[in-house]
């Protein structure tokens, strides 16, 4: 119930695509999702977040989409650029809880062709 | 900006011998965490750490692991006896927060840890 499930596990887009990125949850006590992304060699970066009281939230050509009755959120990114090739990760957490952990999803290798 | 700072970026040790690992959180955060990310595999929670007690921790942090706060700027992670499992890229990560709000947590560059 712990689990957030990602997909797809890699992404090949072209250069002004658009980059699709799902997860799933189980656990209703989740109350916060963040994305991070992750160049190699370095620690997760927040890229943007949202929280279930609303369905989308937008910052630049980043999209977080949620779904709370079907327990899923994605990532769109628009105009994707090679700059954005990256390891994305969806996250969870429960805000309400002690110990503020985060779960997170398996990550998505995203490769944007120039 | 405020960054989450780690020493050192890649530690070489042998079976069985013990390592440290170092984190200096973000100032005014409350809130502390050790991750770990075995190579080609997602972030894996390990241990969370609020008002200088362990608030949370995973199966993986077994009686092998132990974080401090020694003097109120550095986290430590000591992993007393290394095994080659061990081997995996730790994050450390802070947030801040007052009573129960929670904010973003921002993470380290990472420690490689190589077992050998």
């Known amino acids: 119930q712990q689990q957030v499930k990602q997909s797809p596990q890699s992404l090949i887009v072209q250069k002004g695509g658009i980059s699709i990125i799902n997860c799933a949850y189980e656990?209703?006590?989740?109350?916060?999702f963040p994305w991070y992304q992750q160049f190699p060699g370095k620690g997760p970066a927040l890229l943007i977040a949202?929280?279930?009281?609303?369905s989308e939230k937008k910052e630049g050509r980043f999209t977080i989409s949620f779904n709370k009755s079907a327990k899923q959120f994605s990532l769109h990114i628009m105009d994707s650029q090679p700059g954005d090739s990256a390891t994305y990760f969806c996250?969870?957490?429960?805000?309400?809880?002690?110990?503020?952990?985060?779960?997170f999803g398996k990550g998505t290798l995203l490769t944007v062709n120039p | 900006e405020p960054e989450v700072t780690q020493t050192p970026s890649h530690q070489v040790t042998q079976m069985g011998q013990e390592v440290i690992l170092r984190c200096v959180p973000i100032?005014?955060?409350?809130?502390f965490y050790w991750y770990r990310q075995i190579l080609g595999q997602k972030v894996e929670f390990l241990v969370s750490?609020?008002?200088?007690?362990?608030?949370?921790k995973s199966e993986i942090f077994d009686d092998q692991f132990s974080v401090e706060r020694p003097d109120g700027s550095n986290f430590t992670l000591k992993i007393r006896s290394t095994k080659l499992e061990d081997s995996a890229m730790y994050f450390c990560?802070?947030?801040?927060?007052?009573?129960?709000?929670?904010?973003?947590?921002?993470f380290g560059q990472g420690t490689r840890l190589t077992v050998v």
């Open positions: 750490f609020y008002n200088n007690e362990i608030s949370e």
């Open positions: 100032s005014n955060h409350l809130y």
């Open positions: 990560a802070s947030s801040g927060g007052t009573g129960v709000r929670y904010t973003e947590a921002f």
């Open positions: 949202i929280r279930p009281d609303v």
């Open positions: 996250a969870a957490l429960n805000s309400g809880g002690s110990n503020y952990k985060l779960t």
């Open positions: 656990n209703t006590a989740f109350d916060y």
